[in-house]
């Protein structure tokens, strides 16, 4: 991971462990079924064990292939390539859900994108649509994750700008797309959720809480995203 993105996030994997703490969550609305918003057919809940702790993660659908669906979720939740991940969609009308199985077939920790094959889905998935146009302050977003283990919840807020700290822009290295901020609060477990505009389609990903300023959260830019996508799928 970065030097500048771990300077400015708070991670939003949720750990589950008999020595965890208490976490406290405001401001969200846990939207049931969804029937309104496409993006609830597009999510998963994920978990990864690792280091005898199993965390709680998010992702979302961006292509199926044959029987296979592929998922896009944060760096830091699939630690490396081939992990073994427990996928969650979302429940039906009846509170029946599949569960997949699947692994982690990229992972880059400087960008903090992880992309996930899950196996025999059957396209249950609906793949997710990326946004052509640039995100812009004021817009209003909004993601769908499993913060602190309540999936799914649906959360919205506004477009921010690029980095309250202003360090990008100063740095001629660092790119101004390749992260995004919102006044969206996350919590443990929204890690890797699409953070997607009123159209429903996605502008970021989100990795993580900024430590200056309590409720917004910090993103991975949507060209970010499609810079990792293109690369891995070209090969």
Do not use: W
Request: with cysteine; hydrophobic share 35%.
């Amino acid at each position: 991971m970065s030097i500048l993105l771990s300077l400015i996030l708070v991670s939003c994997t949720h750990y589950h462990s008999h020595n965890s703490g208490t976490t406290t969550v405001n401001q969200y609305n846990n939207s049931g079924i969804g029937r309104d918003d496409p993006i609830y057919k597009s999510v998963a809940q994920i978990f990864v064990k690792h280091n005898n702790k199993r965390a709680t993660g998010t992702a979302f659908v961006i292509q199926n292939i044959n029987n296979n669906s592929y998922l896009v979720t944060a760096g830091h939740v699939c630690v490396r390539r081939g992990v073994q991940i427990v996928i969650h969609p979302v429940p039906d009308i009846h509170n029946f859900r599949e569960v997949y199985m699947g692994k982690s077939v990229y992972v880059n920790t400087e960008d903090d994108v992880c992309i996930i094959r899950a196996y025999d889905t059957k396209r249950q998935f609906l793949p997710v649509k990326f946004t052509k146009n640039q995100p812009r302050v004021g817009d209003k977003v909004s993601t769908v994750g499993a913060a602190v283990g309540l999936f799914p919840t649906k959360t919205q807020g506004f477009v921010i700008g690029h980095d309250l700290l202003a360090a990008v822009g100063k740095d001629k290295k660092l790119d101004r797309k390749k992260y995004l901020l919102s006044s969206i609060p996350a919590a443990g477990g929204n890690s890797g959720g699409p953070i997607y505009n009123s159209n429903f389609k996605i502008v970021a990903m989100l990795v993580g809480n900024h430590k200056e300023f309590e409720h917004s959260s910090v993103s991975i830019h949507v060209e970010t995203l499609k810079k990792h996508l293109k690369k891995y799928f070209k090969r």
